[in-house]
């Protein structure tokens, strides 16, 4: 997964998606070896896309699409607590496969990571979880400078299955990256 | 701690609550130095107690009063959670401060550990999220046999801060009752 150097050839920004990146979403949505780790299966078809984009991206808390040159080549969501748990949010976050190894996810949780706090006042906590055989996307949270905690054993089910799962956060008082 | 009296850990039991707790309730759930660090403001009279005991204690999945003679000293609670996090459940535990010191909640929750696995048998990890400062529940996870895992920097807001948690875990596989 990882790639010979560091460098992207572009401009990473993040911005809400819409229904017309139904396209480019499917190239991300529908590959397995982005979706291993995920909840989800890859889709199959379309019309599951347009009703996902419908009705939970366009509702989230916080969801950008992860554009490179302007268009959509991944997702990174932020998830929102309440009451007690509002100083807490999760982060998420997707990469087509053909640009894994460049560091783009890492940039793009840094730019989430310098906006978020501003944005959720009562966030104090960002965090991020990761399946311990996952050690690409470990690798994105520890350069984006999150503090690895701890694993949690058994911690939730993927795909029927129980999985170990590494802890990562970052507090609003961590030095900037 | 508490005062020199002869406990006998057999005569500890766990039963469902009744509104005729109202009363010893109050006695624990009514002090300051119970309810530090758990979730619960300090309850202030018995309206609120009978209110809590009906439409949270009766209803859950698992909450039961820790007994002595049938007289309810302390809480107890698992709670499971659903979907693809049905293999976890959180414990949580109070014990009125005059019995403190005599291994009761920790008799209490491995009782409660021993009927949560076969009431829920979806759950393979049960895990307990202690404050930080809070070293005499700490203790009790570890005398049960929870190991702990890491340290939850700013993990929730509680009495007016947010607080650092220590995550600790038990796997059904490692209980020994």
Redesign the interface.
């Given at each position: 997964m990882e790639g010979g150097g560091n460098e992207f050839t572009g401009e990473i920004t993040l911005r809400p998606l819409e229904l017309s990146d139904i396209d480019d979403f499917m190239v991300w949505a529908t590959d397995e070896k982005v979706t291993r780790f995920c909840?989800w299966e890859p889709y199959t078809n379309k019309e599951d896309a347009i009703n996902f984009i419908n009705t939970k991206v366009i509702s989230h808390p916080w969801f950008r699409a992860i554009c490179l040159n302007g268009q959509p080549i991944g997702a990174i969501s932020v998830t929102k607590n309440s009451?007690?748990?509002?100083?807490?949010g999760e982060l998420g976050y997707v990469l087509g496969s053909k640009y894994w190894g460049r560091g783009i996810a890492t940039k793009a949780v840094k730019q989430v990571a310098n906006t978020i706090f501003a944005e959720w006042p009562h966030l104090?906590?960002l965090?991020a979880i990761v399946d311990v055989e996952n050690p690409g996307s470990q690798r994105v949270l520890e350069k984006a400078g999150f503090?690895r905690?701890?694993?949690?054993?058994?911690?939730?089910?993927?795909k029927g299955r129980?999985r170990d799962l590494v802890?990562f956060?970052l507090?609003s008082s961590d030095p900037k990256s | 701690m508490s005062k020199e009296m002869e406990i006998n850990l057999s005569k500890i039991t766990l039963r469902p609550y009744k509104i005729s707790d109202v009363d010893d309730f109050l006695m624990y759930g009514g002090n300051e130095k119970v309810t530090r660090f758990t979730?619960w403001n300090t309850f202030t009279s018995k309206q609120e107690v009978v209110s809590y005991i009906n439409d949270y204690c009766i209803p859950h999945p698992y909450c039961r009063s820790i007994c002595i003679d049938n007289r309810s000293i302390g809480f107890v609670i698992i709670m499971p959670r659903s979907g693809?996090?049905?293999?976890?459940a959180d414990v949580g535990y109070a014990l009125a401060a005059e019995y403190w010191g005599h291994g009761i909640t920790t008799r209490a929750v491995k009782m409660a550990i021993s009927e949560g696995l076969k009431e829920f048998p979806d759950v393979?990890?049960f895990?307990g999220l202690v404050e930080l400062e809070n070293k005499a529940s700490q203790r009790v996870l570890e005398k049960v046999g929870f190991?702990k895992?890491?340290?939850?920097?700013?993990?929730?807001?509680?009495k007016g801060e947010?607080r650092d948690m220590v995550?600790y875990?038990l796997?059904s596989t490692d209980f020994m009752p």
């Open positions: 909840s009451g007690n748990d509002r100083c807490r104090e906590r965090e503090q905690e701890g694993v949690l054993r058994k911690y939730m089910l993927l129980t802890m956060s507090l | 979730r693809d996090d049905r293999c976890r393979v990890r895990q190991l895992e890491c340290v939850l920097r700013k993990y929730s807001f509680n947010t995550m875990s796997l």
